[in-house]
């Protein structure tokens, strides 16, 4: 088969979409299909340009026996609706004219939470005469409301017209959790055309390792009980939820609370930090995906944290799975929904509910001093582990992809539950 896929964010790039459509297309490509990924340059999410490359109109590259093509955009932080947005639907036009002019694939496929490049996978399709699939990795533009980057508005309101439109027009809909689908159903969209594929770690990169004693030290971190936060820094995760928590523990000089990455709140957790003068919060910045395994090691527990609100009930952060990949116990503060679903189905770890900072200080405490219990939880997310595996996810997705390229997507997609 030949897969056409739009994704704004791609390795170099570490954020949940471009690790998830990097090693899910891999498996594609070691069962005999070609993928091409169409994709801009590296710049998410600061805004700027990564190291050695260039915003080019065309630039075409090999990785792992993926063709990437990368287009021109106007690049943004990911911060400001406005100026993401622009970001967004330049993307979406520069894919769009480039994608007219490939081989004619079997299929096209975008991913959102980069909406707009939905909507360019759409346009490409229904010239091309191909069938399209929309990956909902995010309900977007509710999350922008969600967040509070935007009030409901008339704008707001012709951004969902349009996501119907999508869902509608599609071949089928590639959801990552349940809670989607029903969300999908509930809004007249046909479950029949909507799959269910959920997110996954992919095992071969993820296994438990004593931890790196150099990172350690570098970073004051040896003998201490570390709870790591890895991924994006943004409005959608309500981290400063995790300041208020360290307050609470600013006594134990055992614990710490790790920050690796980058995002739009970043800068303000750092400032806040330092204006509370909390010393056990440490702050490194984005990592190489290379180096994610050595991070992980230097946990103790897995944070995994989204913001209190009924929207981020429905999400799973892929985080998740990394962490049990790692054999890690897990701390997830969250609304309560399908992630803490999850997380008590594979006794994995504790779950705190969302903006309730003492009891997140209370939890941390208490993994910290009873090594029994947490090394039990560890226990049954490694266990886990598999049941969650990015090779099990791929396949089942080119399940779907079989249904729509001989014709039975809008019909028999919605067999596909994982």
Not at 100 to 120: H, K, M, N, W, Y
Not at 188 to 217: F, H, S, T, W
Not at 343 to 357: K, M, N, Y
Not at 372 to 390: K, Q, V, W
Request: include cysteine.
């Amino acid at each position: 088969m030949k897969i056409l896929f739009l994704t704004e964010n791609f390795p170099p790039e570490t954020n949940a979409a471009a690790t998830r459509v990097y090693e899910r297309a891999l498996y594609w490509v070691q069962a005999g299909h070609q993928v091409t990924i169409l994709t801009c340059a590296p710049n998410f999410p600061q805004g700027k340009l990564f190291d050695g490359w260039k915003n080019s109109w065309r630039q075409v590259q090999m990785m792992d026996g993926l063709r990437v093509v990368r287009v021109k955009t106007y690049i943004s932080a990911n911060e400001g609706f406005a100026k993401r947005t622009l970001d967004f639907v330049s993307f979406m036009v520069t894919a769009f004219g480039v994608g007219l002019f490939e081989d004619r694939p079997d299929v096209v496929i975008s991913t959102s939470p980069q909406f707009f490049a939905a909507v360019g996978g759409w346009a490409l399709g229904a010239i091309r005469r191909i069938p399209f699939v929309f990956e909902l990795g995010d309900l977007w533009p509710r999350s922008i409301t969600a967040v509070g980057a935007m009030k409901q508005s008339p704008v707001i309101r012709a951004l969902e017209k349009l996501e119907l439109f999508l869902y509608r027009r599609s071949a089928a809909v590639i959801v990552l959790t349940h809670a989607f689908k029903e969300d999908l159903k509930r809004r007249a969209i046909d479950p029949r055309k909507v799959a269910v594929v959920i997110n996954g770690v992919d095992l071969p990169r993820y296994a438990p390792r004593p931890r790196d004693q150099e990172l350690a030290e570098q970073w004051g971190l040896a003998g201490k009980f570390v709870l790591g936060y890895v991924g994006t820094h943004g409005m959608a995760h309500g981290l400063i939820n995790v300041l208020d928590a360290a307050e609470h523990l600013r006594g134990d000089d055992r614990i710490r609370f790790l920050f690796v990455g980058a995002g739009a709140e970043r800068q303000m957790l750092m400032d806040e930090a330092v204006r509370r003068n909390l010393p056990n919060v440490v702050f490194l910045g984005m990592q190489p995906k290379e180096m994610m395994p050595r991070i992980w090691s230097l946990c103790d527990v897995a944070l995994v944290h989204l913001k209190d609100d009924p929207a981020f009930a429905e999400v799973i952060p892929s985080k998740i799975f990394e962490a049990m990949g790692m054999g890690l116990a897990l701390l997830l503060v969250s609304p309560e929904g399908e992630a803490s679903r999850i997380l008590a189905d594979d006794r994995a770890g504790l779950w705190v509910p969302a903006a309730r900072p003492q009891a997140l200080a209370d939890a941390a405490r208490r993994l910290a001093e009873d090594d029994t219990a947490r090394a039990a939880l560890a226990a049954a997310s490694l266990e886990a582990a598999p049941r969650h595996s990015r090779e099990y996810q791929a396949k089942r997705y080119m399940d779907v992809l079989d249904l729509v390229v001989s014709g039975q997507g809008p019909t028999r997609a919605g067999e596909i539950d994982s």
